[in-house]
């Protein structure tokens, strides 16, 4: 059973950090692209930030220099460092783990809120 589990979501004052992780089991996790998406009210979700299974790495103009995803293959762990977050940084996260030979999978979500 594939599993992925986000945690370290909750309420930060703006301009603090966070680090969002997420643990996979279950699958194959060197091979995987991760990504971590996120969903604000009455958005769409959108792509935060992802890296390649060669630890490439690619963000959403709106974080850049901000948030940094980085991977422990030997954990089989992601992780979104978020810094000088923004109120409109609150959204739900969600964690993906997408793979060319099999089926992409999502976490559950963990919620982040910028507020004072």
């Known amino acids: 059973q594939v599993q992925l589990v986000e945690s370290g979501g909750g309420l930060v004052q703006p301009g603090g950090s966070l680090r969002l992780s997420c643990t996979a089991s279950g699958i194959i996790f060197s091979i995987y692209g991760l990504g971590w998406y996120r969903q604000a009210p009455g958005k769409q979700r959108e792509l935060v930030a992802v890296?390649?299974?060669?630890?490439?790495?690619n963000y959403a103009d709106s974080v850049k220099g901000r948030f940094t995803i980085s991977r422990d293959n030997a954990k089989n762990t992601v992780y979104l460092q978020m810094n000088s977050l923004k109120p409109e940084d609150t959204a739900v996260y969600y964690c993906h783990a997408n793979s060319a030979q099999y089926p992409e999978h999502w976490g559950q979500g963990t919620l982040v809120t910028i507020a004072s």
């Open positions: 890296i390649t299974s060669g630890s490439r790495t």
